[in-house]
């Protein structure tokens, strides 16, 4: 297995690059007023066939299959059992950018149940795959657009 925590720096710098990047290109939520990046407009623009291309891939099987969960107020994770992610969006919003929260937030490698350090590189491994290749899919349809 790779180092996770330079895996991890890898996927935070791609994260960061990526919503910089979506912010100057207009991607942002009309409902703030702070400038903040929309990754449901950034999943929509990818489209369905985005999440049907990663599932047949095998990029994200873990982050497709058995998704991170949330950390409560009370301290308690939700859901208690996850359910597979079923959309684009889900794939983004509650795989990708929950992982990134996960990790800069201080809940990733820290310990738990047996498997779980596993567990969290893994998650940090494909989540990056799948922002990778979000960013390449999204880039080679608007040079081909722009011919």
Request: some cysteine; proline content about 5%.
């Amino acid at each position: 297995m790779t180092n996770p925590y330079e895996e991890a720096e890898k996927f935070a710098r791609t994260f960061r690059q990526t919503e910089y990047a979506l912010k100057r290109s207009g991607y942002l939520r009309m409902d703030k007023d702070i400038a903040e990046a929309d990754w449901d407009e950034f999943a929509k623009k990818l489209g369905p066939e985005f999440f049907e291309h990663i599932v047949a891939s095998g990029l994200a099987i873990t982050l497709v299959g058995e998704p991170p969960r949330r950390l409560l107020a009370n301290m308690e994770w939700s859901p208690e059992k996850t359910q597979p992610l079923t959309n684009v969006a889900q794939l983004i919003v509650n795989g990708v950018c929950r992982v990134r929260n996960s990790y800069l937030h201080g809940e990733k490698f820290v310990g738990g149940p047996e498997g779980q350090f596993e567990r969290d590189a893994t998650l940090v491994i494909e989540a990056h795959a799948v922002l990778r290749e979000a960013v390449r899919v999204l880039t080679n349809a608007r040079v081909n657009r722009n011919g």
